[in-house]
């Protein structure tokens, strides 16, 4: 079995672990690059959204490289992520590539995951320890790597030389996929802290701080949202963005309890907002301003792709979240069409926009 | 002076308006609907509701502007459910927060929360809910409850032998004709004629019979949804899709139309899985894609095209018996 | 070190835009001394070039010019070219600027050759701002290409509006479809002021409904950019809204305005980067190569002026912008 997923964040890191140590080969599909774009574009029905043209994009060029089983996410709606399996089977296979489809439901996890994950295993006769070990080995190698991107959004905005963060990022991304062994960990993770160390930064700046919200798929992936993170970043900004693919499993496990601003959290917290839960990240793309608000961030970016039919009715409400919170909110809906100098306008100009407020308010502190 | 509910001529409306405004008038409520669509309705709604959604909802926009000043109560119900296996578009359980966070001085919205895949949440109890918050008591709900749902079996029965009642196909004919054609779509699509510039009207007007989902008995779609292989969750999604193979597969249509609308999550999904089919099959397929850019000049054009194939076909297989 | 009178200090703004590219001079009191607007042509280099010698021409004598602020989509081009202290997004440049003039404004309209642009503003604030996103109803260039298509001069646009007594309704929100819908309506022989008046109210309904939707519009009210001449398109703002239309005397130079104070702004005892207005005789162009050192495969400008490379960007991981850094 050569086994491909669509690029997610890190979600690659993990499954190429299990794949090392217990099997199946795991082919990553190449990284998403204008080409992918172009290849969902041109296969995709009319009136799709962004996510759907990436991810098909991702299987075509997986197949290519000879991967024959495909696994991916799908739930029992309301939005469209769970018609992908026999929509993009279809196409697919009108292109003349053969494989095997993998629904994994999230509301099965014991069917879908367990039980299955359990039968490859024996299949392949793998021990249960060795199994639990290379879960867990993933499991760390996913939160380092997202520990990297956390520290990449504290550092990018004080360095000196533009772009030495990103290049850290990217080294350190690289060691930890290296690991091969839990021992290791420790060490590259010391290497890890001493790269971002030596980043020649200025600590004299304040930079502001933006909490990105919005659709899953278009918060997590750089390439579905125009790099958004590390422009910002360069701009002197602090981001944090809301979608992680540990919390992600962790909120499938009912397990937020553990994580501090929670998914779970933010849906409380839009109850005054939207009276019912929606599905998908539409109440807590509306609670995460709020919760991020009071933990002193001073701005919020959402993000969506064009059309998308949860994240369009945060949009109106998250207008007046914006004002009764008194926090600035910038919304941009991607599709193909969406050009970088808008972007980047627009990010300047919200930048430029909190920076004078905050300027204002501590001159009306001095004052006091 | 009785109390008015307004319900917008949008959205679900077109497939339960028998049941509100008989439950409503049973609770001795003066119900009033908003005008039917047109071009100055639309125009206002579009000053109010924000691009990133679809025809239907920016209607609903427009047709919630109009009653603002002639009602008490705005009836917007949050239908996520009414079967035990599948959904609505999820827009429709955020579209009162949607309107109330767009248009200052909206009458307050009786906004109930009808998921029948949930008891607390079923149809009656949502009902309940704000026909006491309304005044009236709930052995009153109940009668008025029953009369609706009586009422919606008569219009259901009627609609599968294909006679609709005037609201949504106002003198409709059912010509004798050998020109069959099965439209398709969610019903804000199918009924609204200023959506569909008259569609079916003009269907009719061209001599062709027009066969609707609404006659497709729900175990033949659930057949047809089997075979597919997906247990699709959309109720409309399932109902189209359903419709659509079984005329398709069973031979009683020349043509087959499906109204969709730019930017609908569920027709992008289900429109791939029909034409796919459709290609294979014997009938004329034709999917009309409606955005706010569309010209009634191109419609008549695709349809006039349409119909001349189905002719030609025809003739082709007379002249080969 | 020669003490120079405050009176003899100038700020020089440019704004280079797709369309038009505009420089304004401003003394320390943010008085206006001189401006210039004319035309990109899509060659913004000599734009500026051209800029700067005219504007050099209208400059009072004594003047020294300070701080250089450069503002437009060709922002980075412009601040490279001429050595700028201050490289600002055009819609805090316009904010400063609408400010400055009427610190009690609460709402700007922009409507410019290539994009429109609204900004909210409180307590001299920006809080809120839109820009447009897909279409070009709601812009200049829509009017021009009407204007060349009816064959009248789109400097007497304004005048042919303002004598209709019942503008024609123009329908459709796409340029394409309003223009059919135009055609149509001549054809039928509606007079011609009326077809026009028409044209400015679909704009800005069009505006209305893309820019604007969604934000709070209250007085006073400011109306800039090139097409903020046409008194036909303030007329149909003011009918719309309901609320008197200011259209600003420096209308057209707001941007560049604005670039200046801000240059203004940060100039304090700091020794300008301006290369001095010798620039517009340097030949300068760009050329743009392909980095192969990842596979990103980056496009980088590179900007050259009198033959020796002073400025790259475009790259996405900053070593070719470190490389040279800026003068």
């Known amino acids: 079995m050569k086994l491909t997923v669509p690029h997610i964040g890190h979600l690659d890191v993990f499954l190429d672990t299990l794949g090392k140590t217990i099997g199946p080969e795991f082919i990553a599909p190449p990284k998403t690059s204008p080409r992918t774009l172009s290849l969902g574009m041109k296969y995709a029905p009319p009136s799709t959204c962004l996510p759907f043209k990436f991810i098909l994009g991702n299987f075509i060029e997986a197949l290519e490289q000879g991967a024959d089983t495909i696994a991916m996410v799908s739930d029992h709606g309301p939005c469209r992520v769970g018609m992908y399996d026999v929509v993009m089977q279809q196409i697919l296979r009108d292109l003349g590539f053969h494989f095997t489809w993998i629904s994994m439901d999230d509301t099965q996890i014991w069917r879908d995951y367990l039980v299955r994950f359990n039968r490859e295993r024996r299949a392949r006769g793998v021990s249960i320890w060795r199994t639990l070990r290379a879960l867990r080995l993933g499991w760390k190698k996913l939160r380092f790597c997202e520990k990297v991107e956390f520290l990449a959004h504290r550092i990018r905005p004080l360095e000196r030389k533009r772009g030495e963060t990103t290049r850290v990022e990217a080294q350190c991304i690289k060691l930890i996929h290296g690991v091969n062994h839990p021992n290791q960990l420790r060490e590259v993770w010391k290497e890890c802290l001493r790269l971002f160390d030596r980043i020649e930064k200025d600590f004299t700046r304040k930079p502001l701080k933006v909490v990105i919200t919005g659709e899953g798929y278009i918060v997590i992936n750089p390439h579905a949202n125009q790099e958004i993170e590390r422009r910002l970043g360069e701009m002197g900004v602090e981001v944090t963005r809301t979608v992680w693919i540990s919390h992600k499993i962790a909120h499938a496990l009912h397990l937020d309890c553990f994580i501090p601003k929670s998914k779970a959290k933010a849906i409380k917290a839009s109850k005054p907002y939207l009276k019912y839960n929606l599905g998908g990240e539409c109440n807590s793309s509306i609670g995460y301003p709020i919760l991020f608000k009071r933990a002193g961030f001073e701005g919020a970016i959402q993000l969506l792709p064009l059309g998308c039919m949860l994240e369009a009715v945060a949009k109106p409400i998250l207008v007046r979240v914006s004002k009764e919170y008194d926090l600035p909110i910038l919304t941009f809906s991607f599709d193909e069409n969406l050009s970088e100098t808008m972007v980047t306008t627009r990010l300047s100009a919200f930048i430029d926009l909190l920076q004078r407020r905050r300027e204002r308010s501590y001159l009306k502190q001095e004052k006091k | 002076m009785k109390i008015r509910i307004g319900i917008p001529r949008t959205l679900l409306y077109y497939r339960y308006f028998t049941f509100w405004t008989t439950f409503f008038s049973s609770l001795d409520f003066e119900v009033v609907i908003s005008r039917p669509t047109h071009r100055s309705l639309l125009e206002e709604g579009f000053k109010y509701v924000d691009g990133d959604n679809c025809i239907p909802i920016k209607m609903a926009f427009g047709h919630v502007l109009a009653l603002q000043n002639q009602v008490d109560f705005l009836f917007v119900p949050r239908l996520l459910s009414l079967d035990p296996k599948s959904c609505f578009c999820p827009r429709t359980a955020g579209l009162p927060e949607m309107l109330k966070y767009s248009i200052p001085h909206l009458p307050p919205i009786l906004d109930p929360y009808i998921d029948e895949r949930h008891r607390s949440t079923n149809l009656l109890s949502s009902l309940t809910e704000i026909g006491q918050k309304l005044g009236k008591r709930s052995k009153e709900i109940k009668e008025a409850f029953q009369q609706a749902q009586k009422a919606f079996q008569v219009f259901w029965e009627k609609a599968k032998e294909g006679s609709l009642p005037p609201e949504l196909f106002p003198t409709r004919s059912l010509p004798n004709s050998d020109k069959r054609i099965a439209v398709l779509g969610h019903p804000y699509c199918l009924y609204d004629p200023f959506l569909n510039f008259n569609l079916l009207r003009l269907l009719e007007d061209s001599g062709a019979l027009v066969l609707t989902q609404e006659m497709v008995e729900s175990k033949e779609i659930e057949v047809e949804i089997k075979k597919v292989g997906k247990d699709i969750y959309w109720t409309f999604g399932r109902e189209i899709l359903g419709a659509g193979l079984y005329y398709l597969y069973s031979n009683r249509v020349d043509g087959l139309i499906y109204i969709t609308c730019f930017s609908c999550g569920v027709d992008s999904m289900i429109e791939p899985l029909l034409s796919h089919r459709a290609q294979r099959g014997e009938a004329v397929y034709f999917c009309l894609m409606i955005d706010e850019h569309t010209g009634v000049g191109g419609i008549r054009t695709r349809l006039e095209a349409f119909l001349e194939t189905i002719e030609r076909r025809k003739r082709f297989q007379k002249a080969k018996r | ?327």
């Open chain 3, 1 to 327: 070190m020669k003490e120079k009178d405050d009176q003899m200090k100038g700020y020089l703004g440019i704004d280079v835009g797709s369309v038009s590219t505009d420089l304004a001079v401003i003394d320390q009191e943010g008085r206006v001394l001189c401006y210039q607007y004319g035309l990109t042509h899509g060659q913004p280099i000599l734009a500026v070039q051209r800029g700067l010698k005219e504007i050099e021409s209208r400059l009072p004598k004594g003047v020294d010019i300070c701080g250089v602020g450069t503002t437009g989509s060709a922002r980075q081009l412009a601040g490279a070219l001429v050595g700028a202290d201050v490289v600002k997004n055009e819609i805090t440049a316009h904010a400063v600027a609408s400010v400055h003039f009427y610190p009690e404004v609460k709402t700007v309209l922009e409507i410019g050759g290539q994009d429109s642009k609204i900004i909210i503003i409180r307590d001299g604030l920006v809080i809120d701002f839109g820009m447009n996103t897909v279409c070009a109803a709601g812009t200049g260039s829509f009017l021009d290409q009407q204007a060349l298509r009816l064959n009248v001069p789109i400097e007497t646009f304004g005048d042919y509006a303002l004598r209709s007594n019942s503008p024609v309704r123009i329908a459709g929100r796409c340029t394409v479809f309003a223009e059919s819908d135009m055609i149509h309506k001549q054809q039928m022989g509606y007079p011609l002021s009326d077809i026009i008046a028409g044209l400015c109210e679909a704009l800005v309904r069009n505006y209305l409904n893309n820019v604007a939707k969604g934000k709070e519009i209250r007085s006073p009210i400011l109306f800039q950019g090139g097409v903020a001449a046409n008194q036909g398109i303030k007329r149909a703002f003011e009918k719309e809204l309901k609320e008197e239309i200011i259209v600003p005397k420096y209308y057209p130079v707001m941007g560049a305005i604005g670039a200046a104070l801000l240059a203004k702004e940060k100039m304090d005892g700091v020794e300008t980067q301006f290369k001095g207005f010798r620039v517009a005789e340097l030949e300068c162009r760009t050329e743009s190569l392909v980095c192969k050192d990842c596979e990103n495969r980056c496009e980088v400008v590179k900007f050259i002026m009198d033959s020796k490379p002073i400025a790259y960007w475009g790259d996405r991981c900053g070593k070719w912008e470190s490389e040279i850094g800026r003068s």
